[in-house]
């Protein structure tokens, strides 16, 4: 008699390809095509809620992710053009200023609680891989940069004669490589 059992073995089976177009087919939550347009309702539909959010420029392609525990705040940030001209150093502000938000949208990616946030964000930084984020990591904004001497001498003149913050240590318990405090 023959046996009829089969062969249980397992062959390996590489995951299929990505869509070309998969970063676009991520389900996001809203999307704001103008941001310009969109202003008052974008305010409205993020009262209240923490998430992670995505600005495109339409002319270039270039995105920026970011994340806030309370996104009506910071959109209201990025709307002031006080808070743009404050923050030059940032790609994103620059470039809003530079090509106005009417070229600009802003996508909704995920609401999520503010504890998950930076989590999620780091997420879909390696996903998008933004142009306009300076930040190497987003949990740890610093990460892969560093202050310019001039910089440095700056924070530490602007220091002389503070109050060292408690639990900072003394001077000889910082490690060699970080001559700074703040």
Known sequence: MKNNKKNNFSVPISPPALPNNFEERILSEKC???SDACKEKILSDNKNKSG?????????????????ENLNRRFREYFNINYL???KSMYICNSLIKHGYF????????????????????????LFKPEYNIAQDSTA????????DATKTKISDAMTGKKRPEGAGSPSQISSNRSYWY
Do not use: D, Q, V
Request: aromatic share 16%.
């Open 85 to 87: 001209l404050k923050n």
């Open 32 to 34: 704001y095509p103008n």
């Open 52 to 68: 992670i959010y995505k600005w495109e420029n339409k002319i270039n392609g270039k995105r920026y992710i970011g994340s806030s």
């Open 103 to 126: 070229n600009f949208s802003l996508t909704i990616l995920e609401y999520c609680s503010p504890s998950k946030c930076l989590e999620r964000e780091a997420f879909y930084w390696k």
């Open 141 to 148: 904004p610093m990460s892969g940069r560093t202050h310019s």
